[in-house]
């Protein structure tokens, strides 16, 4: 067994890509939630709100011919790898072309806009507008196909395509690929783009935030006065890598991975289950070998959903009991849906790095039905520590854990 370690980052999201943009905001106390004016015209939607990245656009180097199978999910994360193979110093290097280094990544699905192409074609029976490139924009693999052809790569190629858990499954089964010794190299993660269809999911669940003229104020994870979720967008991948490969070639490490699960409830499409969400934190501590004193820290799922936040709250409560140290990053940047696990390991380990952990804003009021946690809240907090978990929880029971340690 390997052991692994993350080498790069590469970033797009609502609060910034780089971790001094993404600090600034945390620090700030402010979301990046907008009122999406776009979707007003949408009849019977009743969210209007949305976290958006602003100001993205491709690099100039990548040519037409290189995006045209390439839609907005894809572009984000093909742009993030390259910043996160630049990150590692592995931009260009041969490595990436020996069978040696794979993709593990994931969304919850392919661009929308190139799926509303081919249903036009069911209603209009006609195939104007359908490309060449049209299903490779809608496909579930997209994005790591994308990557993997833009960049040259020969190795396993994982695709996550599991909702929420799309970016922590990537960079789980990447540490899996590496420590059982299948590749040396992952690019791991995922990304989402911002689309209507996304909040209409939500919108029909009843579980979406409707403070469509006070964004600042939603969402509100584990506060009472939640109201639901808010969809966002964004890509991240890190830069997985065989711990002796790395110190090899003399590449900064940023943590190392130290235990991943994952499991199913196995019992309700929709709703979560606390027992399950249990067990995957434990069984992500017994393949760390670690005893749950040794968390320092949790980043929650927390998307300000009534039954997930309870549900996740005691299943926490079950693990480490009421002092451990737990927020959420979706109070900035609404539920990034694929690319959150991702984000939220990534910010995770550089709270971690840092010292400092961010609180979850608009916590006011702690609902009662929420476990009693040891919430950050205010200005954040100063924390020492030697581990941290992420936890993630999708649509269709699926529920991650992962474990980062502090490198030495």
Known sequence: ?????????????????????????????????????????????????????????????????????????????????????????????????TGRAGISYG?????????????????????DGITATTYIRMMGHTAPVNIGVYFGLKGRIFTTTVACASGSQGIGYAYEAIRNGSQDIMLAGGGE????????????????????????????????????????????????????????????????????????????????????????????????????????????????????????????LGVFGEDIPISSLKSYTGHTLGACGALESWLAIEMMNHGWFMPTINLDNVDSKCAPLDYITGAGRDLDVEYVMNNNFAFGGINTSLIFKRHD
Not at 45 to 72: A, C, D, I
């Open 107 to 127: 969304s919850s699905s392919g661009s929308t806009d190139a799926i509303s192409d081919f249903a036009n074609m069911l209603q209009s029976k006609s195939l």
């Open 193 to 316: 783009e911002l689309c209507p269809t996304q909040a209409a999911v939500f919108d029909t669940l009843y579980a979406t935030s409707t403070r469509n003229d006070t964004p600042e104020s939603t969402p509100r994870p584990f506060d009472r006065d939640r109201d639901g979720l808010v969809i966002g967008e964004g890509a991240c991948t890190l830069i997985l890598e065989r711990r002796d490969h790395a110190l090899a070639r003399g590449a900064s490490i940023y943590a190392e991975i130290v235990g991943f699960e994952t499991n199913s409830d196995g019992a309700h499409v929709t709703q979560p289950s606390a027992p399950t969400m249990q067990r995957v934190m434990e069984l992500a501590l017994e393949n760390a070998g670690l005893s749950p004193d040794a968390v320092g820290y949790v980043s929650a799922h927390g998307t300000a959903t009534e039954r997930g936040d309870i549900a996740e709250t005691n299943a926490t």
């Open 1 to 97: 067994m390997h052991r692994v370690v993350v080498t790069g980052v590469g970033a797009y999201s609502p609060v910034g890509s780089t971790w001094p943009e993404v600090e600034e905001t945390l620090r700030s106390l402010q979301n990046r939630i907008q009122h999406m004016e776009a979707w007003d015209e949408y009849d019977g939607l009743h969210t209007r709100l949305g976290g958006p990245v602003l100001n993205f656009e491709m690099p100039e180097h990548f040519t037409r011919k290189q995006t045209r199978s390439m839609g907005r999910v894809s572009k984000m994360a093909t742009a993030a790898s390259e910043n996160a193979l630049r990150d590692a110093g592995l931009l260009n290097d041969p490595v990436l072309k």
